[in-house]
């Protein structure tokens, strides 16, 4: 294994077949037996490393790193060594729950790396002392020699050094569409890109035409498949904007929880009456009173109902921070095969008799170049009707048919009798067919400069006439046309000949034809695609295509889908300029390219680091092997649920069930949607644990007894709760889509959201304490000390919790009034807010829980005051909205 990794910097493509046979002391006639024994022990066997696992025990413990979590767990210790155990185990119990959580979704994670090796193929037919032989893939080994054919997957990286119209289809390697032709060439170019290395086979891609024969330059992690894997086990793994919000937020409450305490222990010394190990005690329940304790859970519960409203709309979050990064995404860099475009070649324009078609309802189904296409074509029609051969084949077949062109009947009556295959020297195919009066159709389907060099004459729609200079640079001119709109133009000839020849020869078939037309094909992009890109643009996202495919070809599809405009050729670069860039200087130039061609997995990986260097929270998408390392690096990895490879997949936070780019727009409004939720829950429970820290905080000062722990612990774990949650169902607020993206920066307080909290808390406390003080200075029980002690304390844990009940729909909008976003809209919202109630009303109403709360019942006078300065909090706050309004309408 060391000696492969020494050898993986080896630029095989740039060496002649002789000198790799040479270096790697071997022959076209194979290695021995004994040979491939010593190498199999010297480089291992051909098959992924599967790295370093980590433990089920070491992922357990991992969950416990979150700020928030330890937290928690303090808090816990330091209720259960103050006597409350009860609220100790509830915070254990969360806290547990949440890391078995956490557990399973990361033992997903995991899956990339089986996936590459389930991709490898069982077996390979190789020469071996001479002979020809079927070994395991995992048992080749340096210098054997693999032959290859239509169908085969091609099993470790190949220098070919036999070639018979061999096309290889690389997609899942390089993103490119159209199989590779590969050459017997040397290359000359150190920083060929994968797509380009003609003279070179690499693993898992796959042979759709033709034969070859290869030797072994690399196997298992050695390979450029080992690579991705290796990439793939290194890539740093990101902190999602949510985990850095909540980071964030658990430092900001360590800080004030600290500040809460000094000061409380502070005043109480100074006004005397307590002993130190009292006021240490009062001040810690405080700090603890202060956190909110649900948050974390209630974070996940909003993230995982926010996966199944998204898992109806196909879009499948595998990780569930990926629900709310979705929202603050800035850059989309989408892999361009697959993901933008179809992955199927389709016929789109067809030039014959001097006339140009776009729209083929008036095409004649006698017309020849149609018949051309479909004749001269290796293509075959499967068991169940679906066609089987060279992708570019199938594309002129499958147009025919549907355009009407019965292909079968009319080979029927006009059969194939000899052919002529594709060759890459001639860059020509030749089928001859026996016409039925006896005749025989030589039909040639070529590169149009080859080809149009054979032609003697051309077709119009009065007859055939001899081809002449004006016509040659009209056909031309037309090939330059279709070309610079990207389509992969082919051109069409033929001749009638009165026998068959004996001899079935290029320089007898293929001479003296006649021009029938040209076909221009293209992997088009998905109808869809291009409207889903306007939508992105008008929310502030910037999408950036990368591919392997050629530059011109991603050029037209990024016009075409609206990524660039006609006259941004600037923006785009090519893979091989991009390996003439320091990291440094593309990080600098970055927002300058929208449009990235022949790259490979590296380069994505670059180009994803470089946007996060900028600071933006960067999406990826894809579905082939190389596209994973990137997909992993990315804030949020988007895989492809069809055409997707399991690596890709296995690599992502969110897969597309319908491979539709359009459902990333409507996920990533989903996902701001989330974190808005999720910022109504932020608001919802700081501000009353603020109210209630604030609450205790001053009664203590003025010597009052205001709420007990038990009162705190209902309000926070059971009261709080379910209003929480369901603020986290709230609908999307309007325009969600057309605000830019908060971006990196932007946290859970921003966007008013800590202002809130401020006066907000402030509020509930003033009215919590305002109440209490009534029910002292205004007593219904009069002379009774303990009775209007317990009426005072009772009437200020209803307000307490009713105030925040009520508070609850203050939260739907930061800056909206309740009454534009709707009160009563969110149903679940609705049953909450009385479930809540009800909970609260049962410890004061029902008897036997009097005792438990230590509470007392009130009358109906009584609970008209808590009632009323609970529902006040709702008035007040629509008028500082008002304010608010107007204010930031005045900017």
């Given at each position: 294994m060391e000696q492969q990794k020494k050898e993986q910097g080896r630029l095989y493509y740039l060496d002649s077949e002789d000198t790799i046979l040479a270096e790697l002391e071997t022959t076209d006639k194979g290695l021995s037996s004994e040979e491939v024994g010593q190498r199999l022990e010297k480089y291992g066997h051909n098959q992924l490393d599967e790295g370093q696992k980590k433990t089920l025990l070491s992922k357990f413990l991992d969950q416990f790193k979150d700020v928030m979590i330890v937290i928690l767990l303090i808090a816990a210790i330091i209720s259960f060594f103050m006597g409350d155990s009860i609220e100790a185990i509830m915070i254990v119990v969360v806290v547990f729950i949440m890391a078995v959580f956490g557990v399973v979704q990361e033992a997903k994670a995991e899956e990339a790396i089986e996936a590459l090796k389930d991709m490898s193929t069982p077996n390979a037919h190789v020469r071996r002392d001479g002979m020809t032989e079927t070994v395991k893939s995992t048992d080749l080994v340096p210098?054997?020699?693999?032959?290859?054919?239509?169908?085969?997957?091609?099993?470790?990286?190949?220098?070919?050094?036999e070639v018979a119209s061999l096309k290889i289809e690389e997609a899942a390697l390089t993103g490119e569409s159209v199989p590779v032709e590969k050459e017997?060439?040397?290359?000359?170019?150190?920083?060929?890109?994968?797509?380009?290395?003609?003279?070179?086979?690499?693993?898992?891609?796959?042979?759709?035409?033709?034969?070859?024969?290869?030797?072994?330059?690399?196997?298992?992690?050695?390979?450029?498949v080992g690579k991705i894997a290796n990439m793939l086990a290194q890539a740093d793994e990101t902190n999602t904007p949510l985990k850095e919000n909540l980071n964030k937020l658990g430092k900001i409450l360590s800080l004030a929880i600290i500040v809460i305490c000094v000061i409380m222990f502070a005043v109480g010394m100074l006004r005397g009456g307590h002993t130190w190990i009292e006021m240490l005690l009062t001040s810690v329940?405080?700090?603890?009173?202060?956190?909110?304790?649900?948050?974390?859970?209630?974070?996940?519960?909003?993230?995982?109902?926010?996966?199944?409203?998204?898992?109806?709309?196909?879009?499948?979050?595998?990780?569930?921070?990926?629900?709310?990064?979705?929202?603050?995404?800035?850059?989309?860099?989408?892999?361009?095969?697959?993901?933008?475009?179809?992955?199927?070649?389709?016929?789109?324009?067809?030039?014959?008799?001097?006339?140009?078609?776009?729209?083929?309802?008036?095409?004649?189904?006698?017309?020849?170049?149609?018949?051309?296409?479909?004749?001269?074509?290796?293509?075959?029609?499967?068991?169940?009707?679906t066609l089987i051969g060279d992708p570019t084949e199938t594309a002129?077949?499958?147009?025919?048919?549907?355009?009407?062109?019965?292909?079968?009947?009319?080979?029927?009556?006009?059969?194939?009798?000899?052919?002529?295959?594709?060759?890459?020297?001639?860059?020509?195919?030749?089928?001859?067919?026996?016409?039925?009066?006896?005749?025989?159709?030589?039909?040639?389907?070529?590169?149009?400069?080859?080809?149009?060099?054979?032609?003697?004459?051309?077709?119009?729609?009065?007859?055939?006439?001899?081809?002449?200079?004006?016509?040659?640079?009209?056909?031309?001119?037309?090939?330059?046309?279709?070309?610079?709109?990207?389509?992969r133009v082919l051109a069409m000839a033929y001749k009638i000949v009165p026998e068959l020849p004996n001899e079935l020869t290029p320089d007898v078939l293929e001479n003296d034809l006649v021009f029938a037309g040209l076909v221009g094909m293209i992997d088009p992009e998905r109808a869809e695609a291009k409207e889903a890109v306007r939508v992105a643009k008008e929310a502030g996202i910037r999408p950036v295509m990368i591919t392997g495919d050629h530059r011109d070809t991603a050029e037209a599809i990024a016009i075409r889908l609206g990524i660039i405009t006609e006259n941004?050729?600037?923006?785009?670069?090519?893979?091989?300029?991009?390996?003439?860039?320091?990291?440094?200087?593309?990080?600098?130039?970055?927002?300058?390219?929208?449009?990235?061609?022949?790259?490979?997995?590296?380069?994505?990986?670059?180009?994803?680091?470089?946007?996060?260097?900028?600071?933006?929270?960067?999406?990826?998408?894809?579905?082939?092997?190389?596209?994973?390392?990137?997909?992993?690096?990315?804030?949020?990895?988007?895989?492809?649920?069809?055409?997707?490879?399991?690596?890709?997949?296995?690599?992502?936070?969110?897969?597309?069930?319908?491979?539709?780019?359009?459902?990333?727009i409507v996920a990533v409004e989903e996902g701001r949607k989330v974190f808005s939720n999720i910022q109504k829950t932020v608001q919802y429970l700081l501000a009353a644990n603020l109210g209630e820290v604030l609450t205790l905080f001053i009664a203590t000062l003025m010597g009052w007894d205001t709420l007990l722990p038990v009162h705190l612990l209902w309000i926070n774990v059971v009261t709080d709760t379910f209003p929480a949650i369901a603020l986290g169902l709230e609908l999307a607020e309007k325009n969600v889509m057309k605000?830019?993206?908060?971006?990196?920066?932007?946290?859970?307080?921003?966007?008013?959201?800590?202002?809130?909290?401020?006066?907000?808390?402030?509020?509930?406390?003033?009215?919590?304490?305002?109440?209490?003080?009534?029910?002292?200075?205004?007593?219904?029980?009069?002379?009774?000390?303990?009775?209007?002690?317990?009426?005072?304390?009772?009437?200020?844990?209803?307000?307490?919790?009713?105030?925040?009940?009520?508070?609850?729909?203050?939260?739907?909008?930061?800056?909206?009034?309740?009454?534009?976003?709707?009160?009563?809209?969110?149903?679940?919202?609705?049953?909450?807010?009385?479930?809540?109630?009800?909970?609260?009303?049962?410890?004061?109403?029902?008897?036997?829980?009097?005792?438990?709360?230590?509470?007392?019942?009130?009358?109906?006078?009584?609970?008209?005051?808590?009632?009323?300065?609970?529902?006040?909090?709702?008035?007040?706050?629509?008028?500082?909205?008002?304010?608010?309004?107007?204010?930031?309408?005045?900017?």
């Open positions: 210098g054997d020699i693999v032959l290859l054919e239509a169908g085969d997957v091609v099993p470790a990286d190949l220098r070919l050094i017997l060439t040397t290359l000359t170019e150190t920083d060929t890109g994968i797509g380009d290395r003609i003279n070179m086979c690499f693993m898992n891609s796959n042979v759709t035409y033709g034969r070859g024969a290869g030797v072994v330059v690399g196997t298992g992690m050695s390979t450029e329940s405080l700090a603890v009173a202060a956190i909110p304790e649900g948050l974390p859970a209630i974070v996940t519960i909003i993230l995982a109902l926010g996966t199944q409203k998204m898992a109806k709309r196909n879009a499948l979050v595998r990780k569930l921070p990926a629900v709310e990064t979705l929202g603050s995404t800035d850059i989309i860099c989408s892999d361009k095969t697959g993901t933008l475009t179809l992955n199927k070649m389709t016929v789109e324009a067809i030039y014959t008799k001097n006339e140009l078609f776009e729209e083929f309802q008036n095409l004649p189904l006698s017309d020849r170049t149609l018949k051309i296409m479909n004749y001269c074509n290796d293509s075959k029609f499967a068991n169940d009707g002129l077949v499958k147009f025919g048919l549907d355009v009407g062109f019965d292909l079968k009947e009319s080979l029927t009556l006009e059969p194939r009798v000899g052919e002529l295959p594709f060759d890459s020297d001639r860059k020509l195919m030749t089928t001859v067919h026996e016409l039925a009066d006896g005749q025989y159709l030589v039909a040639v389907k070529g590169a149009p400069d080859v080809l149009l060099k054979r032609c003697a004459q051309f077709e119009m729609p009065e007859g055939v006439v001899t081809m002449t200079d004006e016509e040659l640079q009209l056909i031309l001119a037309m090939n330059t046309q279709l070309a610079k709109q990207a389509l941004e050729h600037a923006a785009v670069i090519t893979g091989s300029e991009l390996n003439e860039m320091s990291d440094e200087q593309l990080s600098a130039n970055i927002e300058n390219y929208s449009v990235y061609a022949r790259v490979s997995p590296e380069h994505k990986v670059r180009i994803v680091k470089a946007w996060q260097k900028d600071n933006k929270v960067v999406a990826m998408t894809g579905d082939g092997v190389n596209d994973a390392p990137a997909l992993k690096q990315a804030d949020i990895g988007i895989g492809m649920g069809i055409t997707g490879t399991e690596v890709s997949k296995g690599a992502s936070d969110m897969v597309l069930a319908d491979d539709n780019f359009s459902t990333i605000q830019k993206p908060r971006g990196r920066d932007s946290d859970l307080f921003s966007g008013g959201v800590f202002s809130s909290i401020i006066y907000q808390g402030v509020l509930e406390a003033a009215i919590t304490l305002g109440v209490y003080y009534l029910a002292i200075v205004n007593p219904v029980h009069v002379g009774d000390n303990l009775a209007i002690h317990a009426d005072a304390l009772t009437m200020s844990y209803a307000t307490l919790g009713l105030i925040q009940l009520f508070h609850a729909f203050n939260v739907k909008s930061v800056h909206d009034s309740l009454f534009t976003v709707g009160a009563f809209r969110n149903k679940i919202f609705n049953y909450a807010i009385l479930l809540s109630f009800t909970l609260l009303a049962i410890t004061i109403v029902i008897p036997g829980f009097n005792d438990v709360f230590r509470v007392a019942h009130l009358d109906m006078h009584q609970w008209a005051i808590v009632l009323g300065a609970s529902f006040s909090i709702i008035p007040i706050v629509e008028v500082v909205k008002f304010f608010q309004r107007k204010a930031i309408k005045n900017q």
